[in-house]
Each structure stands twice: as structure tokens, then as C-alpha cells.
T-cell receptor, first 110, second 115 residues
Framework: GQNIDQPTEMTATEGAIVQINCTYQ??????LFWYQQHAGEAPTFLSY????GLEEKGRFSSFLSRSKGYSYLLLKELQMKDSASYLC???????????FGAGTTVTVRA | DADVTQTPRNRITKTGKRIMLECSQT?????MYWYRQDPGLGLRLIYY???????NKGEISDGYSVSRQAQAKFSLSLESAIPNQTALYFC??????????????FGPGTRLTVL
């Protein structure tokens, strides 16, 4: 089975940094995705990690440790438009399905 | 124009009714997926298809059926809708040859309410 855990909610101030953690226990691993989802909208792809380490993409960075079953998404210089849910998803080998965590709702306050 | 479209966007129906949700894509991807999203539960996979002749059950397929009419079209049916099928439904596509990440691209969603 797949078990993917992330915090339910986080609040941060505009201009600050927020780190969203994701831990996973899955039957196989073939990469980890982070998606952003604004309320009532479709999830959109943010980042992908398959090897250990940090991937940086502008204000967003994602880290993976396969031995610890752990990833985080780092959002820097927070803007109001970053208020959204952030979904962690693990890709399983062979069938390429995604298993999603429940999502973390980030609220950015002025 | 949107690459992945879903119709209808909103639907209210009654218990016992048959309903079909449709998904079309212009991305040329071979893989298509149906998910439902419920508050606090995240996205859960209902069915997926890797090509027109390949249909696979996901983790919550009971009460649902699908049809892959063409590479670009993947429909989800609720044979006899029940209230606990009230949810936000998403279609998604992917193609390993299109991107090194093989990320999934999601449609705008269909909000279904079963009374």
C-alpha cells in the first residue's frame, strides 16, 4: 500500500519562507512530484525529484531523501498568489501511477 | 485553448441516475487517468488507460466504469449514482515521450453533486 503524509495547513507572512514536508512509505519508488492547486482549479506541475538532493526552480525548491522517505517543498519570498494547496505525489515503478498525499493548504497573509 | 477539457464542469443529479463525465485532450498523450478529490483525502485514482485497448482499475473503481473511445477521449460513467460519489472529478493525461518527468496534466475538473 501507499502512505503519503503531509501537514494539513500552514500559514505564513508575505515575503517569508515556508517549508512543506512530505513523508512517504510506498511499495516502490520512481520519483516524487509536487503540484500546486488553487481552490477549485486543476493541479499544476511544480517539480519532480527522482535522485537525492535539491532541485531549484526560481522561488520554489524541492528536496528528496530516498533513504529517509522524505521530501520537502520550499517556497521563498512568499506572495499572496502562492496561497494554494500543495500536493505531494509518489510515482510507482512499472505502472507509472501517482499516489497523492492529502495536500497542504498554505495561506499567505499580508 | 485548453489542452485537457472536461464536460460538464458542474452537474447535479439524483441518486440512482446514470451519469457520464467526458474528457478530451489535444496533447496527443497516450495515457489518461480519472481521479476524484474529496476534502482531506486528496486525489484518488479511479481508472487509468495507457492506450485505447488498455484499461486498468485504480484504487477506488467500485461503482464506476470507463470507456476509451479514442486516444483523445476517456469517459467515466457512474452506473447508478449515490450521494457518497459527490466529489470533484479530474481527468489527467501523460506521455513518457513528451517530457523527461512524465508529469500528469490535469483537466479543469467536474464538480458532481448526487442528491
Amino acid at each position: 500500500g501507499q502512505n503519503i503524509d503531509q501537514p494539513t495547513e500552514m500559514t505564513a507572512t508575505e515575503g517569508a519562507i515556508v517549508q512543506i514536508n512530505c513523508t512517504y512509505q510506498t511499495s516502490g519508488f520512481n520519483g516524487l512530484f509536487w503540484y500546486q492547486q488553487h481552490a477549485g482549479e486543476a493541479p499544476t506541475f511544480l517539480s519532480y525529484n527522482v535522485l537525492d538532493g535539491l532541485e531549484e526552480k526560481g522561488r520554489f525548491s524541492s528536496f528528496l531523501s530516498r533513504s529517509k522517505g522524505y521530501s520537502y517543498l520550499l517556497l521563498k519570498e512568499l506572495q499572496m498568489k502562492d496561497s494554494a494547496s500543495y500536493l505531494c505525489a509518489v510515482k510507482t515503478p512499472n505502472d507509472y501511477k501517482l499516489s497523492f498525499g492529502a495536500g497542504t493548504t498554505v495561506t499567505v497573509r499580508a | 485553448d485548453a489542452d485537457v477539457t472536461q464536460t460538464p464542469r458542474n452537474r447535479i443529479t439524483k441518486t440512482g441516475k446514470r451519469i457520464m463525465l467526458e474528457c478530451s485532450q489535444t496533447k496527443g498523450h497516450d495515457r489518461m487517468y480519472w481521479y476524484r478529490q474529496d476534502p482531506g483525502l486528496g486525489l484518488r485514482l479511479i481508472y487509468y488507460s495507457f492506450d485505447v485497448k488498455d484499461i486498468n482499475k485504480g484504487e477506488i473503481s467500485d461503482g464506476y466504469s470507463v470507456s476509451r473511445q479514442a486516444q483523445a477521449k476517456f469517459s467515466l460513467s457512474l452506473e447508478s449514482a449515490i450521494p457518497n460519489q459527490t466529489a470533484l472529478y479530474f481527468c489527467a493525461t501523460s506521455d513518457q515521450s513528451a517530457s523527461p518527468y512524465n508529469e500528469q496534466f490535469f483537466g479543469p475538473g467536474t464538480r458532481l453533486t448526487v442528491l
